[in-house]
Structures are given as C-alpha cells and as structure tokens.
T-cell receptor, first 110, second 120 residues
Framework: GESVGLHLPTLSVQEGDNSIINCAYS??????FIWYKQESGKGPQFIID?????DKRQGQRVTVLLNKTVKHLSLQIAATQPGDSAVYFC?????????FGTGTSLTVIP | GAVVSQHPSRVICKSGTSVKIECRSL??????MFWYRQFPKQSLMLMAT?????????EQGVEKDKFLINHASLTLSTLTVTSAHPEDSSFYIC????????????????FGPGTRLTVL
C-alpha cells in the first residue's frame, strides 16, 4: 500500500505556543488530504481537509499547508491549548482509496 | 458536521459468544462504510470496506467468516464478531464516506466514536 508517514512520533509544546505537525506522503497522484485528531479512547475526529489544487487552507486555529513539490503536508495549531493534546494523523486519498499515517502524539504542557 | 455513531461503545463478553456492533451515519447517506481495528498506541488497521447493498471487501488476513459485515442501508452497517476469543479484544472503529460540503468534501471519511470489545 501507499505510505503516509509522520516525521515525529511525539511532540510537546507549551500552552499558548503554536504547534506544527508534519506528514509526508508518497503518491503524487493523491488529490485530497485530511487531518484527524484522536483523543484517547475515542474515534478520530475530522479537523480540516485540503484538495491538491490548493496549497493552504485555514480553519479555526488550524491551518493546513500542502507542498506537492516535496509531497509534504503540515498541520499548524495556533495558541495550543490543553484540549489539543491528542494523536494527530493525516490521510491521503489516491483514486478510490484512503491511506492513513501512523500519527503524532501531541502533548500540551500547561 | 457529519455524525457517525456506534453502538455499543463498550462490550465485555465471554469467549465463544458473538458480538454485533452497529455503525450509523446520522445526518448523511453513506454509500461506503469502513471498519477498522486499532490496538493501543497503534494506527488504524482497515479490516473491510462495505458498500450498501453489496458484499464487503475484506483486507488480506481478515477472516470474512469471523467478521461478518452487513451494509443493508445507506445509514447502517453492522460488524458481527463471531465466536469471539480474547485475541479479538480491541477497539473497533467504523467510518462512513460522504457527508456533503459543510465540513470536508463529499469524499471525506467521518469516523464513529469506536467500540471497545473485551473478550474474557
């Protein structure tokens, strides 16, 4: 299958700082990308998505950046809060298939 | 946003019994539903893909006779773990594809809250 990997398995940030979570994907034909947040014991929650014809999309406190040249996706969380502590993983769509990354565990230090 | 529910959220059963888990898309029609299994601190493992009205497509290594999937309507899919054993204990998560444009595109996957299965 396709590989969607994350550069860092864990990330710790101080409350109030900005967080950046990275994801590398391998298939240049992927046309749609999603970031999910998964809290312990819960199902993944959709955060934000981006199509391949865009390079940036903003949501509430979150921004996704897509660099198709180097096949890199990032999630930026502004003013990180304790409630942001979770595992974040990216997903890419290639054709009719979705492929998920392994996840980065974000810990927010009060 | 699009909501997917699962029932039950937690189940404990004796070895040898069968357990049914329901996955419902509450505010949209899902032509495709997915079933995943997740072990602690690990990523999602796709078990099967089910399309409404047709047989599920199972991933390699997943026993179709053990994990029965039924997708009878555009809003409901069920996973039945037959003759459950302790090694089947896991977190089972479903997702549904679709959802319209309010959050995410038409082809976004929305996940249910998961079902924790413990087989004694």
């Amino acid at each position: 299958g396709e590989s969607v990997g994350l550069h860092l398995p864990t990330l710790s940030v101080q409350e109030g700082d900005n967080s950046i979570i990275n994801c590398a994907y391998s298939n240049s034909a992927s046309d749609y990308f999603i970031w999910y947040k998964q809290e312990s014991g819960k199902g993944p929650q959709f955060i934000i998505d981006i199509r391949s014809n865009m390079d940036k999309r903003q949501g509430q406190r979150v921004t996704v950046l897509l660099n198709k040249t180097v096949k890199h996706l990032s999630l930026q969380i502004a003013a990180t809060q304790p409630g942001d502590s979770a595992v974040y993983f990216c997903a890419e769509r290639t054709g009719n298939q979705f492929y998920f990354g392994t996840g980065t565990s974000l810990t927010v230090i009060p | 946003g699009a909501v997917v529910s699962q029932h039950p959220s937690r189940v404990i059963c004796k070895s040898g019994t069968s357990v049914k888990i329901e996955c419902r898309s509450l505010d949209f029609q899902a032509t495709t539903m997915f079933w995943y299994r997740q072990f602690p601190k690990q990523s999602l493992m796709l078990m099967a893909t089910s399309n409404e009205g047709s047989k599920a497509t199972y991933e390699q290594g997943v026993e179709k006779d053990k994990f029965l999937i039924n997708h009878a309507s555009l809003t409901l899919s069920t996973l039945t773990v037959t003759s459950a054993h302790p090694e089947d204990s896991s977190f089972y998560i479903c997702s549904a594809r679709g959802g319209g444009g309010r959050r995410g595109g038409l082809d976004t996957q929305y996940f249910g809250p998961g079902t924790r299965l413990t087989v004694l």
